[in-house]
């Protein structure tokens, strides 16, 4: 979800759960954070209920602008970590590249407030339109996150980066193996009617993950090269105007690994759409999805994008 700024609705739970009510500012806490800040008057707060329920976020219109204050969630708060994004927000805000500005305090000039044991940010607030679902969207998010990559090659960490990613992940099987009870829980009925379909889908699934993991693995993923990458490319992380990406949202996934894990993630990503069908952009059957996955990991990063620009000087034939 938006962390900095976003123009779409929170929606709702899906039925069946029960989400945990959201934690808010006091405004006394607003009072105390804002005082680091040469913000001036502050005339209007309006709570913003976006993302993680344990990180409460308010627009604040002051005299020196409009902001996004944000209260970092219990276990994202980690000051290493938030040391890594922050680092990474300010070397691609050097680079032009179109995201939320974080703003620094009056005094230090820190990135980062701490009031009570908790981590505050402010960022400039950015208006914009959400993901529509078009192919000109689409494209320019894919076009966007060629030109993050290329910002954030620059990047070099003062820090031990976080690593690791959705290759490889521990624990899979049981994940997997929850998949019947949770449906089951989200929606009655879902999953008890046809017991044979949901054992037949998380073998299916077990299997497809494990032939693109070796895929993966025989195709040198563990020595391809490292840099900083969003970890987090999906539609709601992005503002539009015009079908073009006016701002990328939500660093707080950033780590050190191969892009094209922000590749494949991003495929994923815009592929998929909560009414529970797959968006096609072209229209291939299943079998030449699967077929089209595994032909395009070969023997390098670059080989397996085979959606790589054409006649670009920085990308290898």
């Given at each position: 979800m938006n962390d900095e700024a976003s123009a779409s609705s929170s929606g709702s739970a899906p039925r069946g759960r029960r989400r945990a009510p959201r934690d808010r500012f006091t405004?006394?806490?607003i009072e105390t954070v804002c005082q680091h800040y040469d913000l001036g008057p502050i005339y209007e707060v309006r709570e913003l209920p976006?993302?993680?329920?344990?990180?409460?976020?308010?627009?604040?219109?002051?005299?020196?602008?409009?902001?996004?204050?944000k209260r970092r969630a219990p276990g994202r708060d980690s000051p290493q970590r938030l040391a890594f994004v922050h680092d990474l927000q300010l070397h691609l805000q050097q680079q032009n590249f179109p995201m939320p500005a974080l703003v620094r305090t009056a005094r230090h000039k820190?990135?980062?407030?701490?009031?009570?044991?908790?981590l505050y940010e402010l960022f400039e607030f950015v208006h914009g339109s959400t993901y529509?679902?078009?192919?000109?969207?689409?494209?320019?998010?894919?076009?966007?996150?060629?030109?993050f990559h290329l910002a954030a090659a620059g990047f070099s960490p003062t820090r031990p980066p976080p690593k690791g990613s959705f290759?490889?992940?521990?624990?899979?099987?049981?994940?997997?193996?929850?998949?019947?009870?949770?449906?089951e829980r989200v929606t009655p009925g879902a999953a008890s009617e046809r017991p044979v379909d949901m054992a037949s889908l998380v073998r299916t699934l077990r299997q497809v993950y494990h032939e693109a993991l070796r895929t993966v693995e025989e195709a040198g993923l563990p020595k391809w090269g490292r840099q900083?990458?969003?970890?987090?490319?999906?539609p709601g992380n992005m503002l539009f105007?015009?079908?073009?990406?006016?701002?990328?949202?939500?660093?707080?996934?950033?780590?050190?690994?191969?892009?094209?894990?922000?590749?494949?993630?991003?495929?994923?990503?815009f592929s998929i759409t909560m009414g529970g069908e797959a968006r096609s952009l072209s229209g291939p059957t299943t079998s030449t999805k699967r077929a089209s996955s595994a032909s395009a990991v070969a023997t390098s990063p670059w080989k397996a994008a085979p959606w790589r620009c054409r006649n670009c000087k920085r990308c290898p034939a």
């Open positions: 405004p006394a806490e976006k993302g993680s329920h344990r990180s409460p976020k308010a627009v604040l219109l002051a005299d020196a602008g409009e902001y996004l204050l820190q990135t980062v407030v701490r009031h009570q044991d908790r529509q679902g078009t192919l000109e969207e689409t494209a320019e998010a894919g076009r966007m996150l060629g030109r290759h490889a992940v521990s624990g899979l099987g049981a994940s997997l193996h929850q998949i019947p009870a949770t449906l900083a990458i969003h970890s987090d490319w999906h105007e015009n079908g073009r990406v006016t701002s990328v949202l939500d660093f707080d996934s950033a780590r050190w690994e191969p892009r094209l894990i922000d590749l494949a993630n991003g495929a994923l990503q």
